[in-house]
């Protein structure tokens, strides 16, 4: 019987494209074009696999996740994203989503992560309390990242080192993608609270309103909508670490009940009339400069403060150019394990690209870019022409020579080959001239190699 695959997606020409795609693999397809149409059909018959854009015109793959969790535990789910929403889907991953796919969808990704997801449904037990308890187990590895042997990697876990054993707040600054939740982890593994919970908070991912009860619980019946009774994120993480990630988002109102609640270590679920007493360190983490919020009004100083009591700075990957083959390796080495691959390494081109590339997306960047590199690549080693476009089309553009004119185009040529490294074929690419021109130029100028 063939495996039966939901698309949801509301560009339609998109959606009954990839259901083509897909049935002529030999899968049987359903298409929706919003969330009302996937809950019909997912209330109709069970499928082993559902394919999700994050955002739908009527609500959006989380909330498509929740109903497909409470309806068919074993239902596999794959997030569509676009770049800006990749956050998101790592969030979703972390409430049973199987993998995201990055648009545009690329034919051999999806149909691997399919099939992936198709084998880890039927290695799936049948109640979610087994499912949760195996993860438990198996978190850390969201935090195999490497070490690091640079100046700048030595200073940052120094200081993880000096911080882990005390009490303090910790507030670590970085762009997206630095791994500030990996350091948030890792100084609670280092902790005396390490065998108690980790509890990790998506700030920018909680409405306003419903804030009080994802961070303090309610009981049942206290507003429309809560049909059980809720712990909250306080409670959960008692004894433990609570990490509040991108913590800037939090709305003003939201800060004032987060900063009693740190202060008076007290939360009172919604609805109840009784204080539960918490005992949690926290972590914070943000991408934008909390102090120049506090001086706009937008975050409180007192809270800003009572986070601040030791700060962190997680550095760019293109601050520890020393480190980046050694990640580049461990992600290789995860994604071999992941794909079931065994490429062996990268080629030339590739190591002097990835040391000379800005990666602006940093550590995920990195390893989202090796993974999909790994799965396209059908050799030994990670050729170049499986990079994506834009990174090869940033170090082009980076290195170009600027337009020069026949007064200075001897020391363009001359500028042309050091940075080829005397390569006369990517000097060529370098000048936008082909090789016979430059062979032709280096004669005229009596430039000898």
Not at 63 to 72: A, D, F, N, R
Request: some cysteine; proline content about 3%; glycine content about 6%.
């Amino acid at each position: 019987m063939s495996s039966k695959i939901l698309v949801i997606d509301d560009d339609t020409s998109f959606c009954v494209m990839l259901k083509t795609f897909l049935q002529k693999k030999g899968y049987d397809v359903t298409n929706a074009f919003n969330a009302k149409e996937a809950e019909e059909a997912i209330r109709n018959q069970i499928f082993d696999v559902v394919l999700t854009d994050i955002r739908l015109p009527d609500s959006d793959g989380i909330q498509i996740l929740k109903y497909i969790k409470e309806t068919s535990f074993k239902t596999q789910v794959v997030l569509m994203t676009g770049y800006t929403d990749i956050k998101t889907a790592v969030s979703a991953m972390k409430m049973g989503a199987y993998d995201y796919v990055g648009k545009p969808i690329n034919p051999d990704e999806i149909l691997h992560t399919i099939e992936q997801a198709l084998k880890k449904r039927l290695e799936k037990p049948e109640q979610p309390v087994t499912e949760k308890k195996e993860k438990k187990e198996t978190s850390s590895s969201d935090f195999a990242f490497v070490k690091g042997g640079s100046s700048t990697s030595n200073q940052l876990h120094e200081y993880i080192s000096l911080v882990s054993p005390t009490n303090m707040s910790v507030l670590i600054i970085g762009d997206s993608g630095t791994g500030k939740e990996y350091i948030a982890h890792t100084i609670h593994t280092q902790s005396k609270r390490k065998d108690k919970p980790f509890i990790p908070v998506d700030c920018g991912a909680i409405p306003k309103e419903l804030a009080s009860s994802e961070f303090f619980g309610h009981i049942k019946g206290s507003f429309t909508g809560a049909i059980n009774d809720k712990t909250g994120h306080f409670e959960a993480a008692n004894g433990g670490t609570l990490f509040l990630d991108e913590v800037g988002n939090l709305s003003y109102e939201v800060q004032i009940q987060l900063l009693r609640a740190l202060q008076e270590r007290k939360v009172k679920p919604v609805g109840s009339n009784h204080e539960v007493k918490v005992d949690i360190r926290v972590i914070a983490a943000t991408n934008e400069d909390l102090s120049e919020a506090v001086k706009r009004g937008d975050f409180r100083e007192d809270l800003y403060h009572r986070l601040n009591e030791f700060c962190i700075q997680a550095p760019k990957l293109s601050e520890r150019k020393q480190d980046i083959m050694v990640f580049a390796h461990h992600f290789l080495a995860l994604a071999n394990d992941d794909l079931e691959k065994n490429i062996e390494g990268f080629d030339d081109e590739v190591i002097e690209l990835f040391m000379n590339y800005d990666w602006p997306g940093n550590l995920r960047e990195m390893k989202n870019t090796i993974k999909r590199s790994v799965l396209l690549t059908k050799s030994n080693s990670v050729p170049i022409d499986v990079l994506p476009q834009e990174m090869r089309s940033a170090i082009e553009q980076e290195n170009a020579i600027p337009y020069y004119s026949k007064e200075n185009e001897e020391s363009a040529i001359r500028s042309a080959l050091e940075k080829a490294g005397f390569n006369k074929t990517k000097a060529a690419k370098l000048l936008n001239i082909d090789r016979k021109t430059l062979y032709n130029k280096l004669k005229l100028y009596s430039i000898d190699l």
